[in-house]
C-alpha cells in the first residue's frame, strides 16, 4: 500500500466531510488514537477538538505522559475527570461484555454526549482499525469503538457522525502512517494498549483496588519486558485465590497472570519464549504486591486464546 496517498486521501476525505464543522476526537495515548489526533490535526487544525478522558483505568501517570507528548508537538489536549463515571458503571460487573458495553456507553453517551453538547460538535473521529471490526462483527468479543458495525446509529444513539479513517487499515499500517506523520517513536513503537484499558485485564468485578493492584503489576511486567521486542505483553488480575504465605502466616491471596505475545497484527500469535531469569525476576517482584502471592506465565497461542482475558 502507499500508505503517503493513503495518508492524503484521508486528511481530504476528513476536510470534506467536517466542511466548516467543529469534530472533536478521545486520545488515549495508544498507537491508533495517537494517529487519528494527528491526522485529524493535520487535516482541520482549528476544527478539531481532541480530549484525553481520565476514566481511572489507565496505566499509572498515563494522563501526565499523554499530555506532554502531545503538548511538545504544540497538538492541544483537554484532560476530562471522568473516573466517578466509569467506576460506578463498572460496579458490581462481572460479565466481559456487560463490562465492555458498560465502558461504550459511558464513553459515548454520558461522557461525550456531554462533550458534544457543550462544544457544538457533530464529528467524532475515532481509532477503529480493520482488526476491532473484525473480532467484534464475528462475535468474539466486542471492542468498544465499534457501532455502525453492530447496527448502532451514532447520530440518533448519541448526536453526532462517528469518522473512522484508520478502518481499513491493521496494527502495522497504522504504525506506518504514524512515522509518516511524525509522531514519535515512543509513540509509534508503542505495545497495544485496549481501549477499555484496564478492565480487560481484570477478571471479575472492576474496584479501585482491583485497579490499583493490576496497574501495579503492569508497570513491572512493562519495565521488565521493554526490550524484548515483543508485540504485546501484559499483566491480568484473576478472579480465584490461593492459599499462600506471607511473615509464616497463611495468606488467601489473589493471582497474577503475565502474558507475551510475538505478532504482527493481533490477528494471530504466539507466545514469547522468555528466559528463565526473566520470569523468575517478574514472579519476585509482582509476588511482591500486598495481596499477590502467586504469578503465572501464559503458554497460550492466539488462537485459540484471545489478547486480552476480557
Not at 454526549?113 to 477503529?128: D, I, K, P, Y
Not at 447496527?151 to 481499513?168: F, M, S
Amino acid at each position: 500500500m502507499d500508505y503517503q496517498k493513503f495518508l492524503d486521501d484521508q486528511a481530504a476525505e476528513l476536510r470534506r466531510t467536517v466542511g466548516g464543522g467543529l469534530a472533536i476526537n478521545a486520545l488515549s495515548g495508544g498507537v491508533d488514537s495517537s494517529v487519528v489526533t494527528a491526522l485529524g490535526h493535520r487535516a482541520l487544525g482549528g476544527q478539531l477538538k481532541t480530549i484525553f478522558v481520565d476514566n481511572d483505568l489507565m496505566r499509572e501517570g498515563e494522563p501526565a505522559y499523554v499530555h506532554r507528548i502531545f503538548s511538545d508537538m504544540g497538538i492541544p489536549i483537554e484532560v476530562i475527570d471522568a473516573r466517578r463515571e466509569f467506576l460506578a458503571t463498572l460496579a458490581g460487573k462481572t460479565d466481559p461484555e456487560e463490562k465492555r458495553c458498560a465502558i461504550t456507553e459511558t464513553f459515548y453517551k454520558t461522557v461525550f454526549g456531554r462533550v458534544v453538547r457543550e462544544s457544538g460538535a457533530r464529528f467524532l473521529l475515532h481509532g477503529t482499525i480493520l482488526t476491532d471490526i473484525e473480532e467484534t462483527v464475528a462475535g468474539i468479543k466486542r471492542q468498544h469503538n465499534i457501532l455502525a458495525q453492530l447496527g448502532i446509529d451514532p447520530q440518533q444513539a448519541y448526536g453526532y457522525q462517528v469518522l473512522e479513517p484508520l478502518k481499513t487499515l491493521r496494527k502495522d499500517g497504522v504504525r506506518e502512517v504514524a512515522r509518516l506523520l511524525g509522531l514519535p517513536t515512543e509513540i509509534t513503537r508503542r505495545i497495544p494498549f485496549p481501549g477499555p484499558a484496564l478492565a480487560t485485564r481484570i477478571v471479575g468485578e472492576v474496584t479501585p483496588e482491583r485497579l490499583a493492584t493490576v496497574r501495579a503489576a503492569t508497570a513491572i511486567v512493562e519495565e521488565e519486558l521493554a526490550d524484548t521486542g515483543a508485540f504485546q505483553y501484559l499483566a491480568v488480575l484473576l478472579n480465584d485465590r490461593a492459599t499462600g504465605i506471607r511473615d509464616g502466616k497463611r495468606e488467601f491471596g489473589q493471582i497474577i497472570v503475565v502474558r507475551s505475545i510475538e505478532s504482527s497484527d493481533a490477528r494471530t500469535a504466539a507466545v514469547t519464549e522468555l528466559p528463565w531469569a526473566t520470569l523468575h525476576r517478574l514472579s519476585e517482584r509482582i509476588t511482591r504486591i500486598p495481596g499477590i502471592n502467586r504469578c503465572l506465565y501464559d503458554l497460550t497461542p492466539k488462537p485459540p486464546a484471545t489478547v486480552e482475558y476480557v
